[in-house]
């Protein structure tokens, strides 16, 4: 219906999972021929909503939709360990040269000890090639595009469900994108049997996008020993696991979340990493990421690095300098790295305190269900198991804003908020 398009914002925000169909019919009829063929775009389910909450003009208004970490205050922090290398770097006025294609090497090499551990074999084994992204996006951006090129016949698989940009990226590099079994809303847990039994139907070279820790949306995780099986899996039917980790110290620590990466490289396997600073360093407008490739052997590192930057070069070029430095003054510093650790605990365990507030209060007001999932989930999200009705509700009734999905960012809650979320949740629940 095109005035409901153009009218009304909240109509505007498609489900989570929505198929969008063409060609949608045009807004508006200005008599224009040229753009006639354009496609209408909808609009992105969690861009869009973000917009609809900055309109919003009731003071109550609560935004859980967008995977930003706000701070107790409501406000989106400025790292201290962050802020003082932003100042040491401020003190001596410096040129902007371009960074070559693959970014800054002291950044490159700090993704790299963060990712696998600064004493990984791979890593003196030269066999773990990095390069500088325009945050987590443009690693993924970068990484389909050279599978694509380099193995044309494969197909990409996402969780289901899954952050729709995965899809988003993939599709848009020329991929074929289906999706594995993941989620259980039965169990609020992970469907591994249907999993690991679609992932044995696979073919040689088929792409898995895998979130590592904290996944997005569910906040549902495997367990290191299920990781274990599926890496086996993946290693006997000669996969390519593409591990997206954006919430890196957001579960565990900086290492156990990513336990699955480096097993991986433990295990051999031809690993893609994208990577992003955007939450851990709270830097989401300097896009600050990297794509690293686990290769064989420092030989086919050398090749597959060789077209990364050609894959850069490409696209944009280069990347931007200042968060690169930034990070890598923060993350080659002692002082600044034990800093930031800490800051990045402050911000999870905040986190945890949230979920088990909303707990508390929602089992003290529905005794008899059962609510122990949003303790149990990881990172910022929570798969609320809210119908798309009850999402509507707490948006029109409360300004509380969630994804249709039900996925809701914990990290928007505060000690300001919680109670009135709370009251909100039990009243749509009941
Ligand atoms: N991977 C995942 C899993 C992810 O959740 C995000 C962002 C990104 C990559 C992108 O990272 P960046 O460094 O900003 O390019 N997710 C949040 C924001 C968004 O949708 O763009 C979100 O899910 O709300």
Excluded at 296 to 307: S, T
Excluded at 336 to 365: F, G, H, P, S
Aim: proline fraction near 6%; glycine fraction near 6%.
């Amino acid at each position: 219906n095109i005035m409901q398009l153009s009218d009304d914002p909240v109509l505007q925000i498609l489900p989570f999972n929505a198929k969008i169909r063409f060609p949608i019919p045009h807004p508006s009829d200005k008599g224009s021929i040229m753009y006639r063929h354009v496609e209408y775009y909808p609009g992105d389910p969690i861009l869009s909503l973000v917009e609809t909450f900055k309109n919003d003009p009731r003071p109550e208004k609560v935004n859980l939709s967008i995977g930003i970490y706000f701070d107790d205050e409501g406000k989106m922090p400025v790292l201290e360990s962050v802020s003082r290398a932003e100042t040491a770097r401020a003190a001596t006025p410096a040129l902007s040269p371009y960074l070559p294609m693959e970014g800054l090497d002291t950044y490159r090499s700090a993704v790299q000890h963060l990712l696998f551990g600064k004493d990984n074999r791979a890593l003196a084994q030269g066999r773990i090639v990095t390069v500088q992204t325009l945050g987590g996006s443009g690693a993924l951006k970068v990484g389909a595009d050279f599978l694509h090129r380099w193995f044309p016949e494969a197909r990409a698989y996402v969780s289901d469900p899954t952050w729709d940009n995965h899809r988003g990226i993939f599709e848009g590099a020329g991929f074929e994108v289906g999706t594995y079994p993941y989620y259980d809303p039965a169990t609020v847990g992970v469907k591994f049997d249907e999993m690991t039994a679609f992932f044995n139907t696979l073919p040689e070279h088929s792409v898995l996008i895998l979130h590592p820790c904290c996944h997005n949306p569910t906040g549902v995780d495997m367990s290191e020993q299920q990781w274990d099986e599926v890496l086996q899996i993946i290693k006997t039917r000669k996969l390519i696991p593409f591990m997206d980790i954006a919430y890196q110290g957001f579960g565990g620590d900086l290492d156990s979340d990513a336990y699955a990466i480096r097993k991986a490289v433990e295990m051999e396997l031809p690993l893609f990493v994208s990577n992003s600073f955007s939450k851990n360093l709270s830097l989401y407008g300097e896009r600050v990421g990297g794509l690293s490739v686990v290769c064989p052997n420092k030989e086919e590192a050398e090749l597959v690095f060789g077209q990364l930057k050609f894959t850069v070069r490409r696209i944009y070029s280069s990347p931007p300098a200042h968060g690169a430095y930034i990070a890598a003054d923060v993350m080659n510093s002692t002082e600044l790295y034990a800093l930031w650790q800490n800051e990045v605990y402050v911000m999870r365990d905040r986190i945890r305190a949230m979920r088990q507030k909303l707990y508390d209060v929602l089992t003290a007001q529905i005794p008899n269900r059962d609510f122990t999932y949003f303790i149990k989930q990881r990172g910022m999200f929570s798969y609320t198991g809210l119908s798309v009705e009850q999402v509507r509700r707490l948006r029109d009734e409360f300004a509380v804003y969630l994804l249709d999905s039900g996925r809701m960012c914990v990290a928007g809650l505060n000690a300001s908020n919680i109670a009135y979320v709370a009251d909100a949740f039990a009243e749509v629940l009941k």
